[in-house]
């Protein structure tokens, strides 16, 4: 059973950090890319950021670059996206998703597995 599991989340003022894990069990993470996407109320899931299998490859939406990093640690089956200068338009619940042998997709459709999400909050 493919588990994805995402921590981190919570309420910051503008201009904080946080930074998100994903936890991935019944798989070789090593073999997934891995996305971070998010959701705000009344919007659609939106790309933020995504790494390849080796971990090489990265790809960060526009209004993320700069601020937001992503990472892994495939001898511990995580990844994580550090996030500083946080902003209200920020805030929304983001999502890990895991692609086998991806490269690091920017849509959502080739991704395999999701996990339920996590909710951050940037107050103003």
């Known amino acids: 059973q493919v588990q994805l599991v995402e921590s981190g989340g ?3 003022q503008a ?11 019944g798989v070789i993470f090593s073999r997934y890319a ?14 933020v950021a995504t ?5 090489v490859n990265t790809v960060y939406t526009d209004s993320v670059n700069g601020r937001f990093t992503i990472s892994r640690d495939n001898a511990k089956n995580m990844v994580y996206l550090q996030m500083n200068s946080l902003k209200p338009e920020d805030t929304a619940v983001y999502y890990c998703a895991a692609e086998r042998w991806g490269q690091g997709t ?19």
């Open 106 to 124: 920017v849509v959502a459709g080739p991704y395999d597995y999701w996990g339920q999400g996590t909710q951050v909050t940037v107050s103003s």
């Open 34 to 47: 891995v996305g971070w996407f998010r959701q705000a109320p009344g919007k659609e899931r939106e790309f």
């Open 15 to 25: 201009g904080g950090s946080l930074r998100l894990s994903c936890a991935a069990s």
């Open 51 to 55: 790494i390849g299998w080796s971990g």
């Open 10 to 12: 919570g309420l910051v």
